[in-house]
């Protein structure tokens, strides 16, 4: 039998009861809907998880900052050397799973850079502002863009000029990698104060021309790992890299716990969803009892089908396909109901909701393998039945 007349049969005997047909599919869709639902919702939860966690908006995309630290920072710190250069990008461009790459870009309020002042590194942070309020002095201002004026800590004021009060401070130069800048402001700082220097941004980039490239930032897809993805990264440049042999390539650990919190979130979407989908093996049952009932309902047509030629191979297969065809519109219809309960469900819990092959997939294969499973033995014994009983 051609397989256009057989399924044109399936449906025509799942339609002949359409009351036994419609109440055995339900628990079908019922099942697909629960587990597309948990995990369309489990796996957009993951993705926001792992957004807040990075720090970013991109629903598709994760960012990572790949960082540069030199063996001899205080030299680093004296020139305006860029860590990497365009050879470094196109080599990390190459690798595998790094779908762009770029400097990063700071936040305005985190920006710091290392420069040397008598002979030692000092952390300097970059303003937009007035930066931190001074103790002695002025601050900073936009009448001082381009200009060579800086405020400095208590700390840093008193390092450097011993002999003088901190307020005597103000008005002196401090030289910084090579270049004077006259002291604005002495802002208050205790032991625990990491900034030591406060710079306008647009006078550092001056003074300072390609410094700011210190750290490149990649974009790795969401469906990839981006811890396996960075080291990668590492891994390449610190062994092509053009800073390979003067420090030491990484990648921010942060990585590495966001990889393991979304491990998590993965296992309990899946449990969450194995429990749900027990309600599939009930149904499969019923669409056992369905099949066994058909059969015994057809013992007639079975028997003069068998009469007339028909193999027991084809008798098996019109029965598997009828289960087979219940099955997979009841996961049609359940996949469709589940990523409406997912998309309103999103909305409630102000995640986002993105559309997933995957999950269309794994909706249609749980509905195969459970029509297939349920209607085998059923099936198999309506071909192996005796010709003769059956025509009786």
Avoid: C
């Avoid at 009351?19 to 957009?44: D, P």
């Avoid at 993705?47 to 205080?74: C, G, H, R, T, W």
């Avoid at 899946?270 to 009930?282: E, M, R, T």
């Avoid at 049952?285 to 028909?310: D, F, H, P, Q, W």
């Amino acid at each position: 039998m051609r397989i256009s007349i057989s399924i044109e049969t399936a449906i025509k005997a799942i339609l002949k009861n359409k009351r036994r047909s419609f109440l055995t599919v339900i628990g079908i869709i019922v099942g697909i809907a629960a587990v597309i639902t948990i995990v369309t919702v489990g796996r957009g939860y993951e993705k926001y998880s792992v957004k807040q966690l990075l720090d970013s908006d991109d629903i598709k995309n994760n960012e990572i900052a790949i960082k540069f630290s030199p063996e001899d920072s205080d030299n680093f710190a004296k020139s305006s050397f860029s860590y990497f250069n365009q050879y470094d990008l196109d080599l990390v461009r190459s690798v595998k799973g790094v779908s762009a790459v770029k400097y990063a870009v700071e936040k305005p309020d985190r920006v710091y850079r290392e420069q040397s002042v008598d002979g030692q590194s000092k952390r300097l942070r970059l303003v937009k502002g007035a930066g931190e309020a001074v103790q002695f002095g002025k601050n900073l201002s936009s009448a001082d863009l381009g200009n060579k004026v800086v405020t400095v800590s208590e700390r840093l004021a008193k390092e450097q000029f011993p002999n003088l009060k901190t307020s005597e401070v103000v008005g002196k130069t401090l030289e910084i990698s090579n270049e004077a800048f006259l002291i604005k402001g002495v802002f208050p700082s205790d032991f625990t104060t990491m900034t030591q220097i406060e710079m306008n941004n647009t006078t550092y980039n001056h003074f300072f021309p390609g410094a700011n490239q210190k750290n490149i930032q990649i974009t790795v897809p969401s469906e990839e790992n981006i811890t396996t993805v960075a080291g990668n990264v590492v891994k390449k440049l610190s062994k092509q890299g053009s800073m390979k042999n003067l420090g030491m390539y990484e990648f921010p650990n942060s990585s590495a716990m966001t990889d393991k919190i979304s491990s998590n979130l993965r296992m309990l979407t899946w449990l969450v969803s194995f429990i749900a989908g027990i309600s599939l093996f009930i149904s499969g049952v019923g669409v056992m009892n369905m099949v066994y009932t058909s059969i015994s309902e057809r013992v007639k047509e079975i028997g003069i089908r068998r009469a007339l030629g028909a193999t027991g191979k084809s008798i098996q297969s019109q029965f598997l396909l009828e289960g087979l065809i219940l099955t997979l519109f009841g996961g049609f219809v359940g996949y469709i109901f589940g990523e409406l309960f997912a998309f309103m469900t999103s909305r409630f819990m102000e995640i986002d909701f993105t559309f997933d092959p995957f999950v269309a997939v794994l909706a249609m294969g749980i509905s195969m393998l459970v029509g297939l499973v349920f209607s085998y033995i059923p099936s198999k014994n309506a071909a192996q039945k005796n010709v003769v009983d059956l025509i009786k």
